[in-house]
């Protein structure tokens, strides 16, 4: 499965933007899909999973301003990002975690001004 991911750019302190994750295939068989990201001279943080029963985990960092979805039936998997500040600049990868082998995409970059 090839997973490319897209939405981002710059946007103020307090804005909003939304990523969206378009997978090769169905991933209605993959139990989570996950959203990190990479800030630079930082490694790559799991910042939101989505489980496939409904559940959701974040990090302490984003929790109750970004909001991760999935749609099984568009292999798409979603990031809400509101209320974002400078430390969110980044570059944002979705994949499901370790057992999962998927190769990491480009990622989309996210750039928040103050």
């Known amino acids: 499965v090839q997973l490319q991911a897209s939405g981002g750019g710059l946007v103020q302190a307090g804005g909003s933007l939304r990523l969206s994750c378009v997978a090769s295939?169905?991933?209605?068989?993959?139990?989570?899909m996950a959203w990190y990201r990479q800030a630079p001279g930082k490694q790559r943080q799991l910042i939101a999973e989505?489980?496939?029963?409904?559940?959701?985990n974040y990090a302490d960092s984003v929790k109750g301003r970004f909001t991760i979805s999935r749609d099984n039936a568009y292999n798409s998997v979603y990031l809400q990002m509101d209320n974002l500040k400078p430390d969110d600049t980044a570059v944002y990868y979705c994949?499901?975690?370790?057992?999962?082998?998927?190769?990491w995409g480009p990622g989309t970059q996210v750039t928040v001004s103050s």
């Open positions: 994949n499901s975690p370790p057992p999962s082998r998927i190769p």
């Open positions: 295939r169905s991933i209605f068989s993959i139990d989570i």
């Open positions: 989505a489980i496939r029963d409904g559940r959701t």
